[in-house]
C-alpha cells in the first residue's frame, strides 16, 4: 500500500510545492539577524526557519507556529510562479553559506546535517531548474502536474484545515478564517502555472484529468452546500463565541468556490487536449524529468533501466519464498500470481463492503500497531513512544488516493501521527495485507520514525529523503516479520512478502511508463498478473506513478540499501553485532541520503568495535 502521510509529510511537502514570497513581520528582522550566522548550527536553524516561512502549513504540522511565530498560524503558502522562485532563491543562499563551511573540526552529528542540507538543496535546485511541476525541498512529492487527481490545493487544504490546524480558541478560529480567506489566492497560483504548463504543451494524461475533474466536481458541490470547510469550524467552535458558521459559508461558497471553477474549467479544457499516453516520454522534456525525479526519489544516479532490471531481479527471489508457502496451502497451479490472485479471493480473507467491514478494518490495524509497539525493547535500545491514531481518508479524496498512508505528528505531541486508510471500498484491502500495511504506515515505519525526526535540529525534521523514508518502513515491515507477527499465520507471511513483492512490482512499472513506453492498461495487466493484487488497488497505484514520476522506485531501493548496509554491520561485528543498536543507528542518524547513510552505519561499526 502507498505510505504517505498527510499530517506531517503531507504539509511538508509544501516546503518545496508551496513558497511565500512575501516574509511575515518580524521573521524578516530574525532572518536578518541570523544572515551572518556564527556556527554552524546557527546557519542550520536559520535555514529552518526560512524553509518554515515558506510553509506555514508546515509550521503548523509540526506545532511551532506558536510564540514569536504564531502569525504562521493564519497563512497559508503561495503557490505562484513567484513562490517557486523565491524558495529557490533560499536555496541558492543556503546551499552557497553551506558549501563555504569548513566542516572537519565539527562534530559528526552537524557534519552529517550539513551534508543532508547539501544533498537535499542540490537536488531541489535541479529540480526548479526543469521548466514546469513542483519540487518538494527534501520530500517525497515531486510532480510534473501542479493540479491533478492527487495533488493540489483544492485536495490539500481543505484535509489540512480539518486535521492539523488547531481551533482551541478564537485566535485559532480567526487563524482557520484567515486561512481560507487565502485559499482563493492559492487556486490563483495554482492556475497560472498550470495554464502556463499548457502553453509549453504540457497536458496530464486523460484518465488522470478524468479522476482529477470528478473530485474537483465533487468538491464544488460540497463547498456550494456549505461543506466541509465550513463543519469543520463549526464544529470545534461550539462553545467559542463568533458568527463562525455565517463568514466560513461566505468564504467557502463565494471567493474559494469561483477559484476552484476557474480551475475546474482549465481542467475540462485540457481534457480536450489530453491523449491516453500515460509516462512522461510523451511529455516535452519527459525523459529530462523523469532521469530528475528518479534520481532525487532514490538518491542514487541509477538509470531507468537499472531499476527496471533490479525490480525484476529482487521479485524471482520474492516469489521464490512465497512459491513452496502457496504450494503448502494447497495453491499449486499456476504462477504465483495467479495463485495469489486466487487466495485474494477466498471470502476467509476478505471484509464485508459496508461500515461493519470498514470498523473491522480499522480494529485489525490497531491490534496490529498494538502488537508491535509491545515488541519495542526487542528491536531498539531507545525506542518512542509511537503516538497515532487511524482515522479514514475524507471520501471525497478517496477515488484518486492510494489505499493508505501515515507519518509522524508535531514535535510536542499534541497531533498525533496518523494512519489514513483508504476505505471507498473494502476490496482495497484483505486481512492478510492489512498487517504489514499497519508496521509500514505506523510501527515500526513512518510514524515511528517521524518521531525520532522530531528530536532532531528543526532542518532535520525538515529534510527528508523518499528513499530512506519508503526504504525504512518497508524494512519495518521486514521487522514485523522477523519479530514473530506471522509465526503459526503462513497466509499472513504471504501477505508480508507480497507487499515487498509489489515494492518490487513499482520499480518495474515506473521505469516502463516513464522511460519505456508502457501504456496504462500494460501497466495494470502486467502488475495484477505478475503479483496477484487487485486490479481496483492496482489501477490507483498505476495512476499514482504517472502523476510522481519515480517516487515508487525509492520504496526497495531504500529497503534493500538497509538490508545492505545491516549484512556489512553483521559481518564487521559479528559476536558484538545487536540489532537494538543498529536500528537505534539507522533511525536515530535521521532521514538522509543512501551514501549519508553509509556514513552513519561507519560511525556505529566503528563505535562498536573501540
Same mark, same amino acid.
Given at each position: 500500500m502507498e505510505s504517505m502521510s498527510l499530517s506531517r509529510r503531507q504539509s511538508l511537502h509544501l516546503l518545496g510545492a508551496t513558497a511565500t514570497a512575501a516574509i511575515l513581520p518580524g521573521c524578516a528582522n530574525r532572518l536578518a539577524a541570523a544572515s551572518k550566522p556564527d556556527s554552524a548550527a546557527a546557519l542550520l536553524d536559520s535555514l529552518a526557519w526560512q524553509l518554515i516561512e515558506q510553509s506555514p502549513e508546515g509550521a503548523t504540522s509540526l506545532g511551532i507556529d506558536t510564540g514569536a511565530h504564531a502569525a504562521l498560524?493564519?497563512?497559508?503558502?503561495?503557490?505562484?510562479?513567484?513562490?517557486?522562485?523565491? &524558495?529557490?532563491?533560499?536555496?541558492?543562499? #543556503?546551499?552557497?553559506?553551506?558549501?563555504?563551511?569548513?566542516?572537519?573540526?565539527?562534530?559528526?552529528?552537524?557534519? &552529517?546535517?550539513?551534508?543532508?542540507? =547539501?544533498?537535499?538543496?542540490?537536488?531541489?535546485l535541479k529540480g526548479f531548474d526543469l521548466p514546469y511541476g513542483d519540487v518538494a525541498v527534501g520530500g517525497w512529492r515531486n510532480t510534473p502536474y501542479v493540479v491533478i487527481q492527487n495533488v493540489g490545493g483544492y485536495l490539500d487544504i481543505p484535509r489540512f484545515l480539518d486535521s492539523d490546524h488547531p481551533v482551541r480558541n478564537a485566535f485559532d478560529a480567526e487563524a482557520y478564517l484567515a486561512r481560507l480567506g487565502a485559499f482563493p489566492a492559492l487556486l490563483e497560483g495554482e492556475l497560472d502555472r498550470i495554464q502556463s504548463a499548457r502553453g509549453m504543451g504540457l497536458v496530464? /494524461?486523460?484518465?488522470?484529468?478524468?479522476?482529477?475533474?470528478?473530485?474537483?466536481?465533487?468538491?464544488?458541490?460540497?463547498?456550494?452546500?456549505? #461543506?466541509?470547510?465550513?463543519?469543520?469550524? !463549526?464544529?470545534?467552535?461550539?462553545?467559542? /463565541?463568533?458568527?463562525?458558521?455565517?463568514?466560513?459559508?461566505?468564504?467557502? &461558497?463565494?471567493?474559494?468556490?469561483?477559484?476552484?471553477?476557474r480551475q475546474l474549467a482549465e481542467l475540462k479544457l485540457q481534457r480536450t487536449l489530453a491523449t491516453s499516453d500515460a509516462g512522461l516520454w510523451a511529455?516535452?522534456?519527459?525523459?529530462?524529468?523523469?532521469?530528475?525525479?528518479?534520481?532525487?526519489?532514490?538518491?542514487?544516479?541509477?538509470?531507468?533501466?537499472?531499476?527496471?532490471? %533490479?525490480?525484476?531481479?529482487?521479485?524471482?527471489?520474492?516469489?521464490?519464498?512465497?512459491? /513452496?508457502?502457496?504450494?503448502?496451502?494447497g495453491y499449486t497451479s499456476g504462477t504465483v500470481g495467479e495463485r495469489m490472485t486466487a487466495l485474494g479471493k477466498d471470502p476467509r480473507f476478505t471484509f464485508p463492503n459496508d461500515d461493519k467491514g470498514r470498523a473491522e478494518i480499522i480494529a485489525l490495524m490497531q491490534s496490529k500497531v498494538d502488537y508491535m509497539r509491545a515488541q519495542a525493547p526487542r528491536a531498539f535500545g531507545h525506542?518512542?513512544?509511537?503516538?497515532?491514531?487511524?482515522?479514514?481518508?475524507?471520501?471525497?479524496?478517496?477515488?484518486?488516493?492510494?489505499?493508505?498512508?501515515?507519518?509522524?505528528?508535531?514535535?510536542?505531541?499534541?497531533?498525533?501521527?496518523?494512519?489514513? %486508510?483508504?476505505?471507498?471500498?473494502?476490496?482495497?484491502?484483505?486481512?492478510?495485507?492489512?498487517?504489514?500495511?499497519?508496521?509500514?504506515?505506523?510501527?515500526?515505519?513512518?510514524?515511528?520514525?517521524?518521531?525520532?525526526?522530531?528530536?532532531? /535540529?528543526?532542518?532535520?525534521?525538515?529534510?527528508?529523503?523518499?528513499?530512506?523514508?519508503?526504504?525504512?518502513?518497508?524494512?519495518?515491515?521486514?521487522? #514485523?516479520?522477523?519479530?514473530?507477527?506471522?509465526?503459526?499465520?503462513?497466509?499472513?507471511?504471504?501477505?508480508?512478502l507480497q507487499s515487498i513483492a509489489f515494492r518490487a512490482? =513499482?520499480?518495474? !512499472?515506473?521505469?516502463?511508463?516513464?522511460?519505456? =513506453?508502457?501504456?496504462?492498461?500494460?501497466? %495494470?495487466?502486467?502488475?495484477?498478473?505478475?503479483?496477484?493484487?487487485?486490479?481496483?488497488?492496482?489501477?490507483?497505484? !498505476?495512476?499514482?506513478?504517472?502523476?510522481?514520476?519515480?517516487?515508487?522506485?525509492?520504496?526497495?531501493?531504500?529497503?534493500?540499501?538497509?538490508?545492505?548496509? =545491516?549484512?556489512?554491520?553483521?559481518?564487521?561485528?559479528?559476536?558484538?553485532?545487536?540489532l537494538r543498536d543498529y536500528n537505534d543507528a539507522v533511525v536515530g542518524g535521521g532521514n538522509v541520503p543512501l551514501d549519508v547513510l553509509a556514513q552513519n552505519v561507519d560511525r556505529y561499526i566503528a563505535a562498536k568495535q573501540g
Open positions: 498560524r493564519g497563512r497559508l503558502g503561495d503557490r505562484s510562479a513567484a513562490g517557486q522562485k523565491a &524558495t529557490a532563491a533560499v536555496l541558492r543562499r #543556503g546551499l552557497k553559506q553551506v558549501e563555504a563551511i569548513n566542516g572537519e573540526a565539527l562534530d559528526p552529528d552537524t557534519r &552529517t546535517s550539513l551534508a543532508v542540507v =547539501r544533498s537535499a538543496f542540490r537536488t531541489s496530464p /494524461p486523460s484518465f488522470l484529468l478524468d479522476k482529477a475533474i470528478r473530485q474537483m466536481e465533487t468538491q464544488l458541490a460540497s463547498l456550494r452546500d456549505g #461543506g466541509d470547510l465550513t463543519r469543520s469550524l !463549526v464544529r470545534r467552535t461550539a462553545t467559542i /463565541p463568533g458568527d463562525w458558521e455565517a463568514r466560513a459559508k461566505a468564504l467557502s &461558497t463565494g471567493p474559494v468556490a469561483a477559484a476552484l471553477e511529455r516535452p522534456r519527459g525523459d529530462e524529468w523523469y532521469a530528475w525525479g528518479l534520481s532525487a526519489s532514490t538518491t542514487t544516479a541509477r538509470t531507468p533501466e537499472e531499476v527496471h532490471q %533490479i525490480g525484476q531481479e529482487q521479485l524471482a527471489l520474492l516469489h521464490g519464498r512465497m512459491n /513452496p508457502i502457496l504450494r503448502s496451502l525506542p518512542v513512544k509511537g503516538n497515532l491514531e487511524i482515522r479514514r481518508l475524507p471520501p471525497a479524496e478517496e477515488a484518486g488516493a492510494p489505499g493508505a498512508y501515515g507519518g509522524a505528528g508535531s514535535i510536542d505531541g499534541s497531533i498525533p501521527g496518523k494512519i489514513w %486508510i483508504n476505505l471507498s471500498t473494502t476490496e482495497l484491502h484483505s486481512r492478510y495485507s492489512l498487517p504489514t500495511l499497519a508496521f509500514h504506515e505506523g510501527i515500526f515505519g513512518h510514524v515511528w520514525q517521524g518521531e525520532y525526526a522530531n528530536r532532531l /535540529p528543526l532542518i532535520r525534521t525538515l529534510l527528508a529523503f523518499n528513499a530512506y523514508s519508503e526504504g525504512w518502513a518497508l524494512y519495518a515491515e521486514t521487522l #514485523g516479520d522477523e519479530l514473530g507477527a506471522y509465526e503459526g499465520d503462513p497466509v499472513g507471511q504471504l501477505g508480508y512490482c =513499482r520499480l518495474v !512499472v515506473d521505469t516502463g511508463l516513464h522511460a519505456k =513506453r508502457w501504456t496504462r492498461e500494460q501497466a %495494470i495487466d502486467w502488475f495484477a498478473n505478475t503479483n496477484g493484487s487487485g486490479r481496483a488497488e492496482v489501477s490507483s497505484e !498505476v495512476d499514482r506513478y504517472c502523476s510522481w514520476p519515480g517516487q515508487a522506485c525509492g520504496y526497495k531501493i531504500g529497503h534493500s540499501e538497509i538490508l545492505n548496509q =545491516r549484512d556489512r554491520a553483521k559481518a564487521a561485528l559479528g559476536s558484538k553485532y545487536d
